[in-house]
Structure formats: structure tokens, C-alpha cells
């Protein structure tokens, strides 16, 4: 692969209808997106790799291109995943304070302690975060670090997935000649990209919708809660369209993505499309109401698909910031209108945010994940980086979004 060798981060989006390389490179402004590289993925449903061969060649290609853009040699990712095999559990680790004072050690026990829970063979960790500790009697401690106590107690958050989808990733990856340096869940990066701080403390659902998924993660008090993977997403509603315009599955996708709509009122009565026929008929002329009434009908499934989810979750009255929207299926007209209806709290698109240099070009909510992948990374490296440094060590000015991460969660 071309280029000069450079430092930077990598997050790989390998999703169910594209594969998208983000190359960044933290600097003092930030995070800063230097290249990216698409290609359509063809060896994955519903986010879960089921044709190695097709699955590397989509890497490749978007690898090759990111490296182009970025003039940069790609060698190690951040690799996403996701799946209907991901499952979210809470757990509490608890552990006795060695020396009356809690320190990082304490609270790396109370965190191994709280992996301890049966976990079956087929599954793996693939993150244990962090949500909140109790020193003694006070509960809701964010940074139990100095605080006095004989007993720490840890929240924390754990994602696993099936041993065999996650190699079945890693395996793709390496096809490719790269190595993996972490592998994150799609929806945990995506919520790293495109929501704020203070949302995150308010309480929010994040719903990542892409073409083969959608991927649930719920924060409150600036903790992740709750996280799911549903086996739903954009290509169900281009099937629907395609079904009920009797039009091929590639011209559903193009009407969907140039006229689709998912909240008619927004459409005006006597608005009409043109729609190619099947078996060499003639295109017919359709009205655009009937269009988005098919589109608002798999639309509001997927919503209130996640909305049962987040309910059986327990946080739906925890959502005072409400739901943002990310993934390519966030771009229809009309979605954030119809989840209002469905969710009843406000709904907004998320895009990248706090990114610099090709901002404007990932600034979608496709791009969250990929561009989240790359923050991911950066957090890693700065994780390092205090490491090395020891404890005290002033962190970047312009990475404050992520030391506040890193402090509550590693
Ligand atoms: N402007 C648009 N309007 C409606 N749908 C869109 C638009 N742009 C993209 N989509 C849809 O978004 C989906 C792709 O989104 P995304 O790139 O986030 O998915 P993915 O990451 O490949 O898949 P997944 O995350 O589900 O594995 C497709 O179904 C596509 O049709
Ligand atoms: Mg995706």
C-alpha cells in the first residue's frame, strides 16, 4: 500500500451496504480528518460478516482510497462492530480500599471484579465501561480516585458479541495485510462523534440507523446505560418501496434516496413521481404521498422497535435530551419529524462534531461511526500517552472533550 508513514489513526466502518476508512490525526484543534475512502460492502447482513472474500475486497478498496486521499500508509484500524449478536448487560464489581485512601488500582480491581460474572464460552468482552462508584455510603461517585473509604463499588456497562462474528472481522481485516488495534461497538463510536456533554448528562438515546441495523446506545448522567443491536435498517425500506411500486430493487434505492420522505404532511398532495416498471413495462407516474406512506409505515416499525427497546431498558423517562439520529437512513426528509411523533421528546440528525480538517466532507450522519472510530483511537492514545507520563500529566488543551472521557472512564 502507498504513502509515507505517519502517525495516525484509522477507524474502519465496516458497515452492511459500505465500507468507509477514516484516517485522522489528532492535533491541537482536535481530531483532524485528513482522508477518507468508501466502497459498497457486499459480504456482511444485518452488520455481521457472512462472505469473507466479499467483505475484504469492500476493506481494501476503501483503504486504498483513504490512503490516497491521505497520502498516508495505512498499517493498524480501529474496526467496528455490530450485529444482532451484541448484547449490553450492567454489573458491579466490588472491592475492599487497600490503603483507606482509593486509588487507580483499587478501581482496576473493581472493574476486573465486576467482569467476573459467567460469561459463555462462545461470547467475549469487547468493552467494560465504566457508569459509576460508591465509596463506602456515597453513591453516584464519578472519579472515586483521593476520595476516603474501606469499600469501592463500580457500575459498570459491559458489551459482548459471539467469538465467531468478532473473528470473522479481525479475520477480514488481516486478509487485508492491517492489523486491529481495538474493536469497538458501531453505535458506542457513532455516539462518540455526534453527541454532546451535556446531553450525555441530560440523558439521551442514540439510534444509529443504517442500511442493515440499527444500533441503540442510552446515556444518562453521562454514563452509558444501555446498548442493543437491532436486525433492522434503510435496506428494509428500499425492499418495501421496491415491493410496493413494483420497481426494481437498484431504481427503489435511487426513488427512496431522491424523493423517499418518512412524514407525508410534509409532501404536497398532487407532487408525482416517475417509476420504472419491471419485465419492460412502462414507467408509470405515482403519487409521492404513496411513497412516503410506505416509507413512513417500515420507518415507524424501526422506531418503535427501539423505542420498546429503550423502554424494556428502563431509561424511556431518563431522555430530557431526547433522541439523536445518526447512520445514512437519519438523511430521509421527514425521519426526524416521524420519530418525534413515535418518541415524543426532541429529535435531531447527529453529524461528526468537533472534527477540523475535511469536516465538510464527513459532516453526515453516515459518517459518525467511521469519524467516531478515529476519536476512539485518539482517546486510546492519549490513554497512552497520561500512561507514559505518569499521573498529573497535563493532557492536550484541545482534546478536553476526551479527557473528560477518559477520566470517567479509565
Ligand atoms: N439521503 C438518504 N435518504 C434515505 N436513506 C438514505 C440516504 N442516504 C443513505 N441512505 C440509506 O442509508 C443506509 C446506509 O446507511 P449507513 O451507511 O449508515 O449503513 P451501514 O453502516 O453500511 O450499515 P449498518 O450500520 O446497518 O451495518 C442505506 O440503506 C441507504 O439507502
Ligand atoms: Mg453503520
Not at 440507523?209 to 442510552?218: Q, R
Not at 484541545?398 to 472521557?405: E, G, I, L, P, Q
Request: with cysteine; net charge negative; proline share 3%.
Amino acid at each position: 500500500m502507498a504513502g509515507k508513514a505517519k502517525s495516525v489513526i484509522v477507524g474502519l466502518d465496516i458497515g452492511t451496504t459500505k465500507t468507509c476508512a477514516v484516517v485522522g490525526e489528532l492535533t491541537e484543534q482536535g481530531v483532524s480528518i485528513i482522508g477518507i475512502g468508501s466502497h459498497p460492502s457486499e459480504g456482511l447482513r444485518r452488520g455481521v460478516v457472512v462472505n469473507i472474500e466479499s467483505t475484504v475486497e469492500g476493506i481494501r478498496r476503501a483503504v486504498e482510497e483513504a490512503e490516497r486521499i491521505s497520502g498516508c500508509q495505512i498499517r493498524s484500524v480501529f474496526a467496528g462492530v455490530a450485529g444482532a449478536h451484541i448484547q449490553g448487560q450492567n454489573s458491579l464489581g466490588i472491592v475492599a480500599v487497600k490503603g483507606r485512601e482509593v486509588d487507580h488500582e483499587d478501581v482496576k480491581r473493581a472493574i476486573e471484579a465486576a467482569k467476573a460474572v459467567a460469561i459463555p464460552l462462545d461470547r467475549e468482552i469487547i468493552h467494560t465501561l465504566p457508569q459509576s462508584y460508591t465509596v463506602d455510603t456515597q453513591e453516584g461517585v464519578r472519579m472515586p480516585v483521593g476520595m476516603s473509604g474501606v469499600r469501592l463499588e463500580a457500575k459498570v456497562h459491559m458489551v459482548t458479541g459471539s467469538v465467531a462474528s468478532i473473528q470473522n472481522v479481525v479475520k477480514s481485516v488481516n486478509r487485508v495485510g492491517l492489523d486491529i488495534q481495538g474493536i469497538v461497538l458501531e453505535q458506542l463510536a457513532s455516539s462518540l462523534a455526534a453527541l454532546g456533554e451535556d446531553e450525555k448528562d441530560l440523558g439521551v438515546a442514540l439510534l444509529d440507523i443504517g442500511g442493515g441495523t440499527t444500533d441503540i446506545a442510552v446515556f444518562t448522567e453521562g454514563s452509558i446505560r444501555h446498548t442493543a443491536v437491532l436486525p433492522v435498517g434503510g435496506s428494509y425500506i428500499t425492499s418495501d418501496i421496491a415491493t410496493g411500486l413494483r420497481t426494481p430493487a437498484a431504481e427503489a434505492e435511487k426513488i427512496k434516496l431522491k424523493y423517499g420522505c418518512a412524514y407525508p404532511p410534509l409532501i404536497s398532495k398532487d407532487e408525482t413521481i416517475e417509476v420504472p416498471s419491471v419485465g419492460g413495462r412502462e414507467p408509470r407516474e405515482v403519487s409521492r404521498q404513496i411513497l412516503g406512506r410506505i416509507i413512513e409505515a417500515r420507518v415507524e416499525e424501526i422506531l418503535m422497535m427501539a423505542q420498546k427497546e429503550i423502554v424494556r431498558s428502563g431509561y424511556d423517562d431518563h431522555l430530557a435530551a431526547g433522541v439523536v439520529l445518526t447512520g445514512g437512513t437519519a438523511l430521509l426528509e421527514g425521519i426526524t419529524e416521524l420519530a418525534e411523533r413515535v418518541f415524543n421528546v426532541p429529535v435531531r440528525r447527529g453529524c461528526p462534531q468537533d472534527v477540523v480538517g475535511l469536516a465538510d466532507i464527513v459532516n453526515s450522519p453516515m459518517y459518525a461511526t467511521g469519524v467516531g472510530l478515529v476519536v476512539f483511537g485518539g482517546m486510546e492514545a492519549i490513554k497512552q500517552q497520561r500512561s507514559f507520563k505518569g499521573k498529573g500529566q497535563v493532557i492536550d488543551r484541545a482534546v478536553d472533550r476526551m479527557k473528560r472521557w477518559i477520566l470517567d472512564n479509565f
